[in-house]
């Protein structure tokens, strides 16, 4: 995709691609040394990319206006995106010429939503969400969402450091930071918002405890 984007960018004689990355940690890193006027971040719900790359770059990039290109329609979602500062929310059903017009948008000084978001929920969700605070699950970093998701699927810290080629006890901070902010006490805990935010399937985790306490009596 990076690619593609990248061609079609090169043909419009006002825009120039500083830098294009795959990874979301080494994107935010080209980013904050770069310092383009624009990011364009592919935004995917629930994973370890999305909203905590743009809380990331909000931090440590502010003058760069944050793109999102995304799939997701949910106007709870799209809101939380907007509260955590994108200057334009552009679903990848859309064309070229969408996104462009997107970006002209932003560097005009306004704001832009795919024609086939619903605006006027949009709004009334921004106007209530005033004053709460910011979603603790999307204050997660890049690498604690890795980690919690590790986590998740069984793998202990030792695992987990491996996997991502980390110390154990870096892997540790990382779990116990996870726990702090999501005010969560033990695995089970874990386990149980891991179920509510569909970052595993109920009836998945299920079959696993199924055969898991088949393998432990035979």
């Known amino acids: 995709m990076t690619d593609g984007l990248h061609a079609l960018f090169e043909r419009e004689a006002e825009f120039k691609v500083v830098g294009r990355s795959a990874d979301g940690p080494a994107a935010i890193d080209a980013i904050v040394r770069l310092k383009p006027a624009l990011a364009v971040v592919d935004v995917i719900m629930q994973s370890v990319d999305g909203l905590a790359i743009i809380g990331a770059l909000k931090r440590r990039a502010p003058d760069t206006r944050i793109v999102a290109l995304a799939m997701c329609t949910d106007v709870p979602y799209v809101c939380q995106a907007l509260v955590y500062g994108v200057s334009a929310y552009v679903l990848k059903s859309d064309n070229f010429g969408d996104l462009a017009r997107a970006l002209r948008e932003v560097m005009s000084g306004r704001q832009y939503l795919s024609r086939s978001l619903d605006e006027r929920a949009i709004r009334e969700c921004r106007r209530k969400s005033r004053g709460k605070r ?20 069984g793998s202990t810290s030792p695992q987990i450091a491996a996997q991502l080629g980390i110390g154990r006890r870096t892997a540790e901070t990382h779990r116990s930071n996870i726990y702090r902010k999501l005010q969560i006490q033990s695995h089970a805990d874990l386990i149980a918002l891991a179920l509510r935010r569909g970052l595993i399937a109920r009836e998945t985790w299920l079959a696993e405890q199924k055969s898991g306490t088949s393998r432990s009596r035979t």
């Open 134 to 153: 910011v979603d603790n699950f999307h204050t997660l970093t890049y690498r604690e969402r890795q980690v919690l998701q590790l986590a998740v699927g």
